[in-house]
């Protein structure tokens, strides 16, 4: 697991798409998944299936693979969630992102059934972090020895990756207009 990147701070703000989570409380988590979701399924709609496939350089995922990508930390945080409420410090898999995408064929996932699975994560992930008892949200789970985390970061880690891919996927469909300061200005109409 030494190859693993460190999991973000218990008050971790994102310095690319500003999420405190120390803003954040369980309601409005659970709000952003929901929002951030619907939002994502939206727009994948819109894409064609080229472009939903499409990664804009090799080692950045197409926006499917996002999508699933989200999908899998749902369902891998609501597993992650139960087993903190239920479990003394477990020590939890890592969710090994890039391998999942090879191995489970993120790019070749059907949108059709790619965006009913999304919705059940959200859903069922949402139903488990409402079940957790008022005085679970500091009991705590593991991954390495020095990697301490509350049942409450796991839901603020899970909100936060479905608002950080949403606008990962944005970006790449709706890239930005091409910057144009400094370039010559066209010439007059009137020629002057």
């Given at each position: 697991?030494?190859?693993l990147p460190p999991l973000f701070g218990e008050d971790h703000t994102c310095p690319t798409c500003r999420l405190a989570y120390a803003d954040l409380d369980v309601d409005r988590c659970l709000a952003l998944v929901g929002e951030s979701t619907t939002a994502l399924a939206a727009l994948?709609?819109?894409?064609?299936?080229e472009a939903l496939r499409r990664r804009?350089?090799?080692e950045v995922w197409s926006p499917v693979e996002y999508a699933c990508h989200v999908r899998d930390v749902l369902l891998t945080f609501a597993v992650r969630v139960h087993r903190g409420v239920r479990e003394v410090r477990p020590v939890l898999d890592p969710m090994y992102a890039d391998w999942r995408a090879e191995r489970f064929g993120y790019a070749a996932t059907r949108l059709d059934v790619l965006l009913a699975e999304l919705s059940a994560a959200a859903q069922g992930f949402g139903d488990e972090v409402r079940s957790v008892p008022g005085d679970a949200w500091d009991r705590t789970v593991a991954r390495r020895p020095e990697e301490v985390r509350t049942v409450r970061w796991l839901v603020r880690q899970a909100a936060h990756e479905c608002v950080h891919h949403l606008a990962d996927v944005t970006a790449s469909v709706r890239p930005a207009p091409p910057r144009t300061w400094g370039a010559a200005a066209p010439p007059s109409p009137e020629g002057s």
């Open positions: 697991m030494s190859d994948l709609a819109t894409v064609s299936d804009p350089r090799p």
